[in-house]
């Protein structure tokens, strides 16, 4: 007699499901990231006495987020938008000095100390978003097998319509005497 083995599911897991699970695009993960940097920058700001680690800290988790809550057709985007709010948060931390110039030397600054943080916050968006495309693109193809089909004959039916229509177009008019190209050969002819 066969048994038959019931996985069950870790309470993390559980828990997690809980979480909300929204969809953004591209601009609106980036929007996010952005506005919740740019807050956590004002927190850290406030409580913290502009701590570069606190801030660091605080930036992985936002970067997860935003790669976690962008929709799959943006994928591409949660890398690139990660550094821009990266950028947005830190300037109420960089203590730039009075003035306009002075508050761009403290951002430049600060952008220069703080680029570790800033690449792992980017390599950690970048990484989730990898596995998030590599997961699609794996189900993708498991449901064109479950369908009967392969890849390949997934594009023969349109190759195929796209080869017949200009074949039969040019087959039923005749070509005119001295077209002088094969390239007026294959073109079809207007009456």
Same mark, same amino acid.
């Given at each position: 007699?066969?048994?038959?083995?019931?996985?069950?599911?870790?309470?993390?897991?559980? !828990?997690? +499901?809980?979480?909300?699970?929204p969809r #953004?695009?591209?601009?609106?993960?980036?929007l996010?990231? /952005?506005l919740?940097m740019?807050?956590?920058?004002?927190?850290?700001?406030?409580?913290?006495?502009?701590?570069?680690?606190?801030?660091? #800290?605080?930036?992985?988790?936002?970067?997860?987020?935003?790669? #976690?809550?962008?929709?799959? !057709?943006?994928?591409?985007?949660?890398?690139? /938008?990660?550094?821009?709010?990266?950028?947005?948060?830190?300037?109420?931390?960089?203590?730039g000095s009075?003035?306009?110039?002075?508050?761009?030397?403290?951002?430049?600054?600060?952008? !220069?100390?703080?680029?570790?943080?800033?690449?792992g916050?980017?390599?950690?968006a970048?990484?989730?978003?990898?596995?998030?495309?590599?997961?699609?693109? +794996?189900?993708?193809?498991?449901?064109?097998?479950?369908?009967?089909?392969?890849p390949?004959?997934?594009?023969?039916?349109?190759?195929?319509? @796209?080869a017949?229509?200009?074949? /039969? /177009?040019s @087959?039923?008019?005749?070509?005119?005497?001295?077209?002088?190209?094969?390239?007026?050969?294959r073109r079809?002819?207007?009456?």
């Amino acid at each position: 007699m066969y048994r038959v083995r019931v996985r069950s599911v870790p309470p993390v897991v559980l !828990a997690l +499901r809980r979480f909300p699970n929204p969809r #953004l695009t591209g601009i609106g993960a980036g929007l996010f990231a /952005s506005l919740t940097m740019f807050v956590l920058a004002c927190v850290d700001r406030l409580l913290f006495d502009s701590s570069e680690l606190v801030y660091g #800290l605080l930036f992985l988790p936002v970067s997860a987020l935003a790669a #976690l809550w962008v929709r799959p !057709a943006d994928l591409v985007t949660a890398p690139i /938008s990660v550094p821009i709010a990266f950028a947005v948060g830190v300037f109420p931390i960089s203590g730039g000095s009075e003035g306009f110039g002075g508050q761009v030397m403290g951002l430049v600054t600060a952008l !220069a100390v703080h680029a570790g943080w800033l690449y792992g916050g980017t390599l950690v968006a970048g990484l989730i978003a990898t596995v998030r495309k590599v997961r699609l693109m +794996r189900a993708r193809r498991r449901y064109v097998l479950a369908q009967g089909r392969g890849p390949a004959d997934e594009r023969a039916p349109r190759a195929a319509a @796209a080869a017949a229509a200009p074949a /039969s /177009s040019s @087959a039923a008019k005749p070509v005119r005497a001295g077209a002088g190209t094969a390239a007026a050969a294959r073109r079809p002819q207007r009456p």
